[in-house]
Structure formats: C-alpha cells, structure tokens
C-alpha cells in the first residue's frame, strides 16, 4: 500500500501546552483513518498542522513521500489536501453553484482582456461532482440555506472535488446530525473512499469509526497511544480503548 501522507515526530506547542508531543502517523492511499481520542487530545491540532491552519512546531510532513510546508490552508488544498471544517464554511445565501467554486471561479474569455463568470461550466461541473457522490440535490441554483444539514456536508465536499482533493480531512462530521443525516455523511465518506479519495475522519462517535473506517489512531496527551484495524471492533471496545490507550484484545477464535 502507498503511503500518501505521513507525519513524522510532530510536535504543536501553544506557548506553554503541548499539544502534540512527537506523533507519528502513516496515512495509506484510499484508506478511512479514523483519529480518535478524549477531549483535549490533540485530534484538531493534528489536523490542523495538516490542513495547513496552524504551522507544526517541530517534525516532518511528507505528502506521497515529499516533505511539505503548508504556508496556508489554501497552499494544501491546491496540493490536493481539503478540509471539511465544522460549520463547513459555506455562504448560507448563496447558491450551490456559488459555494463548490467561492473565491475560485471558472472564467471564460469573451474578447481579448475581457473575461466573464462561466456560469454554466460552473453549474454543469457542480452537478457532476454532487452526481459523483450519489447526492439527490436537484437543484443547484438554490441557496445552500435550503438544504439538509447532511445534504450540505454534499455541498462541501463537492467543492474538495473541485480542488481535486486527494485527502479529505473531516473534523467531527456527524456531531450535530440526526440519525438519517448521519447516514448520509457516511455513505458520502464510502462513497469517497470508492473514488480512491483518503479520508482522515475525527470522530467522538464509535459507532460511526466502526461504521466507515479502515484503521484507527487513537491520541492520548499529544501522543499516539495506541493503533490498529478496525475490522471485528465493537464500538465499546473502541471507546475502552480510548480510555485506556491500550488496543482491545480480540477474542481468540475457536
Ligand atoms: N489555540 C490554542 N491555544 C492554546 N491552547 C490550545 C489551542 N488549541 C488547542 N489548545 C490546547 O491543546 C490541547 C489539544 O487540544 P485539541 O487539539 O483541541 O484537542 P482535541 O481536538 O483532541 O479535543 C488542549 O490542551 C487544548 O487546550
Ligand atoms: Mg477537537
């Protein structure tokens, strides 16, 4: 297996708090990596040195291999790293459309030196991406304040699409989701991993981690303390094990 992103002694102090002690983390290409751990952890700090919010203190980064230097969010998002932030930064009021390409429109020549929005590239390539993602948002001149909590995480994602997002970073994506929304954002999640998209999925909900991913990292005090394949996990293990930062030992089979 690739790796495509891989952290190597990562260290993030706030003045005086440590919140990331030297993490060592391999990312697998196409993979779900689950990042889980008590309040206090270090979950958002990880991912934001990885997103690029917060520069790392010490340690490397290395995407497919190359070490890297995020000077921006936006730095990693155009190298193919998206993050999909809690109140997924979107306009309420503007459009579908609107939102999948804010602040990276597509343009199209009208006469030498004169451009203009290309309006329905932009609605034709949005519908292409929400289609991708199997997402039943019909419309997508209306404003994303029109939409299901889920169906805008669809909105959100759509616009990683459009940065050719090679890793989606989401941070607690279900914490404020009905049961039937939560179900959407998973199968978006499965349906991501299918298009061999990587997904780094910070999560307090075991039955979600169980649900949607490969492997897990569980984070204690700024380290990593325990790691594995989730495979046969029940959620109550899971949330053992982030207890006490040990792996469940599996049952052995007669
Ligand atoms: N901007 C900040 N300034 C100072 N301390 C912070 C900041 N962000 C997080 N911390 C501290 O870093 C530690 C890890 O926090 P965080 O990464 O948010 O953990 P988690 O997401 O796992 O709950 C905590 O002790 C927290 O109080
Ligand atoms: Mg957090």
């Known amino acids: ?50 997103s690029g919010a917060h520069p790392m203190t010490s340690g490397q980064l290395l995407l497919s291999g190359r070490a890297v230097r995020w000077a921006s969010p936006h730095d990693a998002l155009s190298n193919g790293v998206a993050t999909i932030y809690q109140d997924l930064a979107l306009a309420p009021r503007l459009t579908v459309w609107q939102n999948v390409f804010l602040g990276a429109e597509l343009r199209r020549r009208v006469l030498p030196g004169l ?38 995480q669809a909105v959100a994602i759509a616009r990683a699409l459009r940065w050719q997002a090679r890793i989606v970073i989401m941070d607690e994506p279900t914490a404020a989701l009905g049961v039937k929304e939560t179900a959407r954002v998973l199968a978006l999640i499965q349906q991501l991993k299918s298009e061999g998209v990587t997904v780094l999925l910070i999560s307090h909900n075991m039955e979600d981690v169980v649900h949607v991913a490969d492997r897990v990292v569980i984070l204690k005090a700024g380290r990593v303390a325990a790691q594995g394949p989730v495979l046969g996990l029940r959620p109550a293990s899971l949330a053992q094990a982030i207890m006490t930062g040990q792996w469940p030992q599996l049952p052995a089979t007669a």
């Open 115 to 152: 451009s203009v929005l290309d309006k329905r590239c932009m609605r034709a390539q949005t519908a292409h991406y929400l289609e991708r993602l199997n997402q039943d948002i019909d419309d997508v001149d209306r404003p994303v304040s029109d939409f299901s909590g889920g169906q805008r």
């Open 1 to 50: 297996m690739n790796k495509i992103l891989e952290l190597r002694q990562l260290t993030k102090h706030y003045g005086a708090v440590q919140a990331l002690r030297g993490v060592d983390v391999v990312v697998y290409e196409g993979e779900v990596l689950a990042i889980c751990g008590d309040n206090g952890a270090g979950k958002s700090t990880l991912i934001k040195v990885v």
